[in-house]
């Protein structure tokens, strides 16, 4: 790699395995880093941790992993880690170290091995959607201390959506299946219709911390339904090495196993050939057998995935159904995880959900290059210091509201317009009024008093917006509306300058104009 590389780092934080990759600020292509000793392959770093306390002893990653079988592995051995930070309901086995504990150990080796010809300006971070409030306030305060100027956290089902260029606000079914966990779930990206693109969270910018001021609900794509269990790669080595020696549990073997179902899972094999696979016996001797794509997927189906499979996927679709959502609204299924790549879990997706898109992009790093995809090094300018809104009429209510076109938070300039289709608001309308609103720069926050002492209230009021002091915009149509008929089309964005621009068309695409509606500060 050359020096002085200058861009943004992503990372990755999975159950069994973490990824780490690099954009270069002057490329649009990332780089899977290399980490000796850390890295298991280009970008791939097992997500485990060696702690030893009483001798203050800490590996991670492939050095972590290759003690795996030593004495008092059960104590200082720490994997699953992940899947237990910001999570109230799963509890850890006792260990040296808590989940949150480990994630922090992992992290702080892991940065202090970054190769040092990589000049760091932007670090972005994924993070599970079903945890995700939680994870984000423990990532808040495991980096609020990191000499780094700009940090970013995107959620994973995004991130992958947005790999592979799935349209904006479109329902998709991710199939993960990773070394320890099947994860399936139906999503609903954020965007599309009108709505804002999604965009990373930024936690830190210009080196301060700008999380409170961070609108969540515009970031995080939308759980429709979920299913899993905690089966995954590593049981399938298992099986591989039981069929052959019946409950043989030497960790050489599912090493040798695992190897051999990756050769295996790669589309060029041929159904007819034979591969041999050396086992060690409980004598410690090594064993030869011959193992086929026919023999590997007999095992699978012989230890029922394929059943389980359908299973998760039953009650998925169960659940994504009373939410009104069915298999002929999804836009495309992704398949994450190494165990997605083997063929008959591939027959098995293109078999139970035929007519939908199947996208299988690179099953390891697929989230983390989305996640670069999303914080563009040479894009992001700033991040708006209150909320940008439009005020509206309510024909139902009979009165005036404020609608959202950008959030406090938000980065600009803008990458793509706001949409908004204004509806006439009384019959014969043709002149429409363009009013523009702002929330505060600093929010204030509800107190009460209990007992004589201030305490913050359990729940905040909305933001209060006040009109701009400009005199509005209007637009004129040459015929008239009648009252709820869709009559202008809206597009907002805001520019190098910090301008807010707006774009209008009549129903019909023709061309009303584009006017600066004044200076956002």
Known sequence: MEKNFSGTLALDLGNTNTVIAFQDEKDKSSVLIEIPGITSAPGVIPTVVWFEDEKNITRIGLSALKKKNFSNAEIYFHSNFKRLIGNPIERQKKKVLNATESGEKFFKILWENIPKELDIKRLVLTAPIDTYKGYREWLINLFKDLPINEIALVDEPTAAGIGINVPLGSKIMIIDIGGSTIDLSIIKTQGGEGKSAPIAELLKFKGEDVSAISKQKIRCAEIISKSGSKVGGKDIDQWIVNYFLPSNQDERNLSIAEKLKCKLSTPEIKPERSYEISLFTEENEEKEFFMSKEIFEKILIENNLLSHLNSLLKDLLNEARGKFCKVVDLNSVILVGGGTQIPLIKEWVANEISGIKINSPPPIESIAV??????????????????????????????HFWHPIFFKGQTWPTEKPFELILQASKDGQNIFEIIIGETKMKRDYDVIFENGLPKLSEFQNEEEVFEWNKKPLRISLKNSCKIGDDSLKLYFSIKKDSSLFIRCLDMNEKELGEFNLGNIF
């Open 370 to 399: 989305g996640a670069l995809a999303m914080t563009p090094g040479v894009k992001i300018k700033d991040i708006l210091i209150k909320g940008i809104s439009i005020r509206l009429f309510n024909k139902r209510e009979q009165k």
